[in-house]
């Protein structure tokens, strides 16, 4: 492992919701090819499996080193909450967006205690809301939509019913964000939902699925830009993105920097890919098989927090104390 050293990639904590009633969506399956059903369990024994999975993560990211906010979801009505990176995100300097969602279904995943609680524990100096243009049709699923070159200020976002240019544009003048859009489709020629399920932009290497990308010339253009910034670029086959191996995000531990991938995610990377991934960051691999049912996996359920905490240093532990504004009966 290389010498630790902060990146502003990388965060230190995250946001998760604890779901009590998950279940896949059916109201967002016809775009999203990465659901899929269980015939085998009950949806009883699925929500109780889901709660143990992120229950799990949890403690393992903890465990780690890395600051958990962890909040609770009790209703039947929200059936993705468990991904929240994708109705909002912080950003250096102190800023929050909140993000239009596609699937009216989604947009009861916004939560003012999540935001009442980043604005408490941490530094923030305003909001920006863009929530309204959903009246418009115009969506952008926040960094499910977006996949976010903090160190270079670039936003790479594949076309779909949930990234509209007209957000992306908006919400790249607001940031400070060059946007980089292209076409993805999977291998059944199916456009893919999210870019964060083909792409992971570490501090020093990214996961892409290069053949996903429709035009030849913009594939070239991709692969240079990150070839350029001197990072390893590691090319998953359609395969792989099938298996949630870019759907990974880098965190910042209390020994260094890991990467968050499902287990599902790791078996699908070959050992020549996980060498390279090791030679920069520890791999920390959760098992959410029935999570990933809902077509996501574990960059979906983390949102990471780019903000500057409020005094309260991070313990050893990686824990945080309890807030009022938090639901959790716990808060990493």
């Known amino acids: 492992m290389m010498a630790h ?5 990388a965060p230190r904590s995250v946001v ?31 929500a109780g499996a889901a709660y143990d999975e992120v229950s799990r993560a949890a403690d393992q990211l903890a465990g780690a080193g890395i600051t958990v906010h962890l909040f609770e979801d009790q209703s039947r009505d929200t059936p993705d909450s468990v991904f929240p990176n994708n109705w909002f995100s912080t950003h250096a300097g102190g800023h929050v967006a ?5 699937s009216p279904s989604r947009r009861r995943e916004r939560r003012g ?3 009442e609680m980043l604005k408490h524990r941490y530094r923030v100096q305003d909001v920006i809301d863009y929530s309204g243009l959903e009246q418009d049709a115009v969506y952008l699923e926040g960094t499910g939509a977006m996949v976010l070159d903090h160190i270079e200020r670039v936003a790479y976002a594949a076309r779909s ?19 980089v859009v292209f076409d993805a489709v999977d291998r059944d020629g199916r456009p893919i939902y999210h870019t964060n399920v083909l792409m992971c932009i570490g501090t020093d290497f ?30 998953l086959t359609h395969g792989q993105i099938n298996e949630f191996a870019g759907n990974a995000i880098e965190l910042d531990g209390r020994d260094g920097r890991v990467l968050a991938l499902s287990t599902r995610a790791l078996r699908a990377l070959t050992a020549d890919q996980r060498s390279a991934l090791e030679s920069h960051v520890g791999l920390l691999p ?8 809902a077509g996501g996996s574990v960059r979906c359920m983390l949102a990471g927090i780019h903000l500057a905490p409020r005094g309260a240093a991070r313990s050893a532990t990686g824990r945080m104390p309890r807030h009022a504004s938090e639901e959790a009966s716990l808060a990493l």
């Open 113 to 115: 205690d999540v935001v």
């Open 206 to 235: 990214c996961m892409i699925g290069l053949s996903a990308i429709s035009n030849p010339e913009r594939r070239a253009e991709i692969a240079g830009r990150f070839a350029d910034t001197g990072r390893v670029v590691i090319d």
């Open 5 to 9: 050293k902060l990146s502003v990639q």
């Open 16 to 46: 998760m919701i604890r779901p009590h009633h998950f279940s896949p969506n059916p109201a967002t399956a016809h775009d999203n090819a990465f659901q899929a059903q269980d015939g085998e369990r009950t949806a009883e024994a699925i």
């Open 98 to 102: 909140i993000y239009p969602m596609f």
């Open 286 to 293: 959760l098992d959410v098989p029935t999570i990933e049912l």
């Open 161 to 179: 019913n949930r990234t509209n240019e007209v957000a992306l544009e908006r919400f790249c003048t607001h940031f400070n964000f060059e946007p």
